[in-house]
């Protein structure tokens, strides 16, 4: 499965952003991952359709969310009232396991390039 995220840009303190990652391929769990430059890859956030269906990083609950089409293969990550920490390289990942929502990254099978996303103060 190949991944491929866009939607990233450069945006004011307050502004909002919407990522895409579209899949060539079925997936059941897909992800959010961001880095930022000299920091490890952490989650931001996942949809599974197994069980509860999303996860959220505690420091983007309330501003980001998280959505599927699984006609299309896609995902969205809606991101509001975005803070200058939340500049980092956005990921999408997914697996091809049935399972609930995970947050380590070792866990992805499939990982997308990634999108910068730059929040100006």
């Known amino acids: 499965v190949q991944l491929q995220a866009s939607g990233g840009g450069l945006v004011q303190a307050g502004g909002s952003l919407r990522l895409s990652c579209v899949a060539s391929?079925?997936?059941?769990?897909m992800g959010w991952f961001r880095q930022a430059p000299g920091m490890e890859r952490t989650f931001v956030a996942a949809?599974?359709?197994?069980?509860?269906?999303?996860g959220y990083a505690d420091s983007v609950k309330g501003r980001f969310t998280i959505s599927r089409d699984n006609a299309k293969n896609m995902m969205y990550l809606q991101m509001n009232t975005l803070r200058p920490e939340d500049t980092a390289v956005y990921y999408c990942?997914?697996?091809?396991?049935?399972?609930?929502?995970?947050?380590?990254?070792?866990?992805?099978?499939?990982w997308g390039r990634g999108t910068l996303v730059t929040v100006s103060s």
């Open positions: 949809f599974t359709w197994r069980g509860p269906r999303t």
């Open positions: 990942a997914a697996s091809a396991r049935y399972t609930a929502v995970r947050f380590q990254t070792s866990f992805y099978e499939y």
């Open positions: 391929g079925h997936t059941y769990v």
